[in-house]
């Protein structure tokens, strides 16, 4: 009986030693991990600091967008709000920069349509998105300004927007969710450009 335990035992070893070895013998079949390119650093032609500042505003941008796509205007109102002081912020940091002249007219015009956005009291949101549109073209004017990279930031137009004269907005995705419009033409729109 005892042979058949040690028997048993050895079979064991053998079967957990024979586990371990698998995937560490051929390096191709291993693990693929150390070898997947990583995800690209945002990057801009500010510095780090400055980049992250940046993205910041785009985060602040995309509440905005998010709240008009639902049609909720208190949300909307404190988003412009969070944009226009967050936009502010960066601004007063690349003053010091030799890029902030570059960049001030598309800044001054996000936080004044931001400000403006935030004033109006339009359970609709049709008063806000007066104002969403020109912030939506200085945002992209920004980012190509600052010549924001491996940030996917899609830019969508909608043609039928402000009475067919149409208008575009920023999105971190290439799915269609029309902030013009809300629930009314969820889906009205294409991907004009992207910043990658």
């Keep these: 009986m005892r042979i058949i ?8 070893l053998g079967m957990v030693g024979c586990n371990n070895n698998t995937g560490t013998g051929n390096s ?7 070898t997947q390119p990583k995800a690209a650093a945002i990057q ?8 992250q500042m940046l993205m910041s505003v785009v985060e602040k941008y995309y509440g905005l967008k998010n709240a008009l796509v639902a049609t909720k205007a208190d949300n909307a109102d404190k988003a412009a709000l969070e944009l226009s002081a967050t936009t502010d912020s960066f601004r007063s940091y690349v003053h010091k920069d030799n890029a902030g002249a570059t960049l001030k007219p598309y800044l001054d015009t996000i936080i004044t349509q931001s400000k403006i956005a935030a004033s109006f009291k339009d359970e609709t949101c049709e008063k806000q998105r007066l104002a969403f549109g020109p912030v939506s073209s200085a945002m992209f004017g920004l980012l190509k300004a600052a010549d924001l990279k491996n940030a996917h930031v899609y830019q969508e137009y909608c043609p039928m927007a ?12 290439s799915d269609i969710k ?4 809300g629930k009314k033409m969820l889906e009205c729109g294409e991907v004009t450009d992207v910043l990658k």
């Design 5 to 12: 335990y040690i028997i048993f035992a050895f079979s064991l």
């Design 28 to 34: 191709s079949t291993g693990d693929t991990t150390k």
């Design 44 to 51: 801009s032609k500010l510095n780090d600091t400055g980049t």
């Design 162 to 173: 402000f009475n067919e004269k149409g208008a575009h907005w920023l999105s971190d995705d």
């Design 178 to 181: 029309n902030p013009y419009f």
